[in-house]
């Protein structure tokens, strides 16, 4: 196909009655002769199931008119002809709808001149657009915190108890739509990180993300927003001062002043470690200074800790200064008990490495880990940089390792702090995996039991069952296993079931000297809970039972696909 043979085209025949009428015109457009334009969508790529989108497609080219072809469809989607902007720029704008999760919506635009206009250019990079459905919202959350550094390093994290196989990451406002394939689950949750690079002022915005399945276009509903601010970008350093003083006693009346000599608007109050986002106070004029006053009142132990300020401006509200100094709050007199966790999680791989966190107090001078609860510690940090924390690394995790954990602190004086909570750390990979499997199957009608089996012929102490996703990856069921026909088994009731029992599981086994150390985990098993009782089925009638069959094949389906996608991540 050359430019030549670009043009419109009819067909015709022959009949004792002689010609027939032509037919409906076929438009040849032969592409490729141009430089490509640009195709975005307005306002963005991400479009609720059932509603409309914008596209734009534009050149600094001058061409006479656009043409949007949606991938999959053979036929000229549209054509319009340009619109000169304000920029000089020609454009047009193409609405399309109702935008349905039947499959994706990918689309390509190209540019052509008034003169020929069936030779038009290369086609523009392609825009998906990520159709959202009502399915479960995964979590967003900043590895680094909601408030970061200009020059640091960002990268978001979107994870999900659902068992997604892709993640796509949205800012607000913004026309890319990166996108991730899923990480191997840990801890029972199935994820994946977006490294964004180097923290600049473009960083700072709004962001969601949606979990989808490789085998289908429809993405979750949105996380909740994560709001990412930038600090050190405002020429200001606020100070940060405390009424009546850094020591209260439980239930008395705080008041965080936040002040700076410069002119802005807004103020923002930030707690170390703290999952809510920062709090926003209008400023106020003071004597000589702007100023916002955060009141706790009254306060409880859980508001000691350690707080910084910022200044900000509402044109631009996720740009902040620079921090102030950090104060410390403790409230009634006593040292506040240390906080213990381990990252990137309590489960651990054997041979991978684990970092065991303490956090305490600023005024620490050192910190102390024990392990199953010993009277001397088993190693000792010093914070570094005037931190609250010390982190105690492990290279590579062995069977060794695995315990309860506790830390604490010296602070002023030489007083030796309350330990914090225990932290049990599991090393798994230790032996081959059990077998896993469900009676009497792994579809359920809610209110309905099931048994899950897990067995194996290496290993003779509990046996653990861990559902992915739970908010705490540590609470399990174990049981102790008998012997059936030549292998160790442990029998899981799962009953009366409803739909929160539904989701992935695994287990693994371990040895009664050390139930600390699991082996490699089982296939994962997925446990569909559907709310189709008899009652249901009787209503419904014999299409309503043509429906649940088919749910429950189509469910399979997806059963056996996860399987197969495991195994060639296993």
């Not at 993405?219 to 909740?224: H, L, Q, R, V």
């Not at 405390?242 to 608007?265: F, H, I, K, M, Y």
């Not at 620079?322 to 489960?347: F, M, N, Q, R, Y």
């Not at 032996?431 to 897990?454: D, E, H, I, R, Y």
Request: aromatic content about 8%.
């Amino acid at each position: 196909m050359t430019e030549h043979d670009a043009g419109r085209y009819r067909c015709y025949y022959y009949s004792l009655d002689g010609w027939s009428e032509p037919s409906d015109p076929l438009e040849l457009v032969v592409t490729g002769s141009y430089s490509k334009p640009s195709l975005s969508a307005l306002p963005s790529p991400v479009v609720t199931s059932g509603g409309n989108m914008t596209l734009q497609c534009g050149s600094r080219g001058g061409f006479y008119r656009f043409l949007l072809i949606k991938e999959g469809d053979h036929r000229l989607s549209w054509a319009l002809d340009s619109q000169t902007q304000p920029s000089g720029q020609p454009q047009a704008l193409f609405l399309v709808g109702l935008v349905t999760p039947g499959h994706r919506w990918t689309f390509r635009c190209y540019g052509c001149y008034r003169d020929r206009p069936q030779v038009c250019s290369h086609p523009s990079d392609a825009l998906e657009l990520l159709v959202t459905g009502e399915s479960g919202k995964p979590s967003l959350l900043s590895q680094q915190g909601p408030i970061v550094a200009s020059g640091q390093s960002l990268t978001l994290q979107c994870r999900s108890d659902v068992g997604y196989d892709r993640f796509a990451l949205h800012k607000e406002g913004g026309r890319d739509l990166p996108q991730s394939l899923v990480l191997q689950p840990q801890a029972g949750l199935s994820q994946a990180h977006f490294p964004l690079g180097t923290v600049s002022s473009s960083h700072g915005g709004r962001y969601r993300c949606y979990g989808g399945y490789n085998l289908s276009s429809e993405w979750s509903a949105p996380s909740d927003p994560l709001d990412i601010l930038v600090a050190g970008w405002l020429r200001d350093t606020p100070s940060l001062t405390v009424q009546p003083g850094p020591r209260v006693a439980s239930g008395e009346n705080v008041t965080l002043l936040c002040q700076s000599q410069s002119l802005w608007d807004t103020f923002l109050l930030s707690k170390e470690g703290a999952a809510d986002p920062p709090l926003r106070l209008r400023s106020k004029p003071g004597a000589q200074q702007y100023q916002a006053e955060f009141s706790l009142n009254p306060v409880t132990s859980a508001h000691g800790g350690t707080y910084r300020c910022y200044s900000s401006d509402t044109s631009s509200p996720f740009l902040l200064s620079h921090p102030s100094e950090p104060l410390e709050l403790l409230v009634s007199g006593d040292i506040p008990k240390p906080s213990i966790w381990a990252d990137p999680g309590p489960i651990v791989t054997n041979g991978s490495p684990v970092t065991i966190w303490c956090q305490g107090s600023l005024q620490a001078s050192a910190y102390g880990l024990y392990k199953e609860r010993g009277s001397e510690p088993w190693a000792t940090r010093i914070p570094q940089n005037s931190s609250n924390k010390a982190g105690f690394f492990i290279g590579a995790m062995t069977p060794s390792h695995a315990g309860l954990y506790q830390c604490a602190y010296y602070t002023t004086g030489d007083i030796l702090s309350e330990r914090s909570d225990p932290l049990l750390l599991v090393v798994t990979g230790v032996g081959g995996p059990p077998s896993f499997s469900a009676q009497p199957g792994p579809v359920l009608a809610s209110g309905g039991n099931v048994s899950l089996s897990c067995s194996s012929r290496l290993t003779s102490g509990p046996f653990h069952l861990l559902k992915e996703g739970g908010a705490d990856p540590t609470r399990h069921m174990a049981v102790v296993p008998r012997m059936h026909a030549g292998r160790w088994q442990a029998i899981f009731p799962l009953g009366p079931v409803n739909t929160s029992h539904g989701g992935t599981y695994r287990c693994y086994g371990s040895s009664s000297s050390n139930p600390n150390v699991w082996s490699q985990p089982s296939a994962p098993l997925h446990i569909e809970v559907t709310d189709y009782t008899v009652e249901n089925l009787i209503r419904m009638g014999a299409a309503g039972l043509v429906l649940v069959v088919l749910g429950v094949l189509l469910f399979q389906a997806r059963n056996d696909t996860r399987r197969i996608h495991d195994a060639a991540r296993m």
